[in-house]
């Protein structure tokens, strides 16, 4: 069992369902459903099978019944995420999570459906949404009693949250509801968003909403429209990685390029006036 790496998780364990494991293994004295990890170097990873993995370490087996499989990253992920979408009841923000990341799965495998590829914006949702739709749509409607709208508000969410904001929110004293990540996703700035997370996950706010409303009580500081514009910039430019940010600058470059000059420009001819007007006070 010390073979076994556990790396970050989609969903973390549940304290109850442990519990219950636990209950299980010391009156059977063991674990029937063997566990699924691959082969990696220096052992094997898991990939399902987190509650049972840490209740048979809580009761002291030293071995556990594993199933090795042969896969690739994607393919893990994937598993992971369909174990726990056909298992255990999800809460709101596990859904988002889940949701979010089979649709970059899906994505990936058919880079066609994104959004600015080749094909148009049309194409692009009506693949993309009937993937995330025929997957996902009847266990959330059993699970939450929700709707597609729901589900796509859920998959905004978990494509917004960063691993350190959803890390804040499952830490949470009280549940993240399903009312919490719906405002959440219309948050237009960042900052909204990480100031939802940082009071929810601090005990600070029982809903998302509370936060809101603080913020824009009297006297709160109210952005104006370039400083969103900017935020959002800044929230989208942060949450890429490195080799879409680069893909990003090379197809902007001479527009890029250009702005810096004209900010270069702007900066040199703010300091030649203040130069010139500490000159003329000189000479008076």
């Known amino acids: 069992m010390a073979d076994i790496q556990v790396e970050e998780r989609l969903r973390i364990a549940s304290d109850t369902a442990v519990a219950s494991i636990v209950s299980s293994i010391q009156e059977v004295g063991s674990i029937l459903q063997p566990l699924l990890v691959r082969r990696v170097k220096g052992g094997y990873r898991l990939m399902d099978g987190l509650h049972r993995l840490t209740a048979a370490k809580q009761v002291g087996l030293e071995e556990v019944p594993v199933k090795v499989s042969e896969c690739t990253n994607d393919q893990a992920i994937r598993i992971e995420v369909d174990a726990n979408v056909a298992g255990a009841p999800l809460t709101p923000l596990d859904m988002a999570v889940f949701l ?41 409607a059993e699970v939450f009693g929700k709707g597609e709208r729901q589900i796509f508000r859920l998959i905004s969410v978990g494509e917004k949250l960063s691993k350190a904001e959803i890390g804040l929110l499952r830490k949470a004293p009280k549940r993240v509801q399903f009312k919490d990540l719906e405002h959440i996703a219309k948050c237009g700035a960042q900052a909204d968003r990480s100031a939802i997370c940082a009071a929810l996950g601090a005990g600070e706010a029982k809903t998302a909403k509370e936060v809101l409303d603080r913020k824009k009580a009297p006297g709160a500081a109210v952005l104006s429209p370039l400083d969103q514009q900017i935020a959002k910039l800044k929230d989208a430019y942060s949450r890429a990685q490195k080799s879409a940010r680069r893909e990003f600058v090379r197809l902007h470059s001479d527009e890029l390029i250009e702005l810096i000059h004209e900010i270069s420009a702007e900066e040199e001819g703010a300091a030649e006036v203040v130069s010139f007007a500490s000159k003329r006070e000189a000479i008076q």
């Open 100 to 140: 979010a990341a089979h649709k970059e799965l899906y994505e990936r495998e058919n880079p066609e459906t994104r959004r600015g590829s080749a094909g148009g914006r049309a194409k692009s949702e009506v693949l993309t949404d009937k993937m995330s739709v025929s997957s996902f749509a009847a266990n959330a």
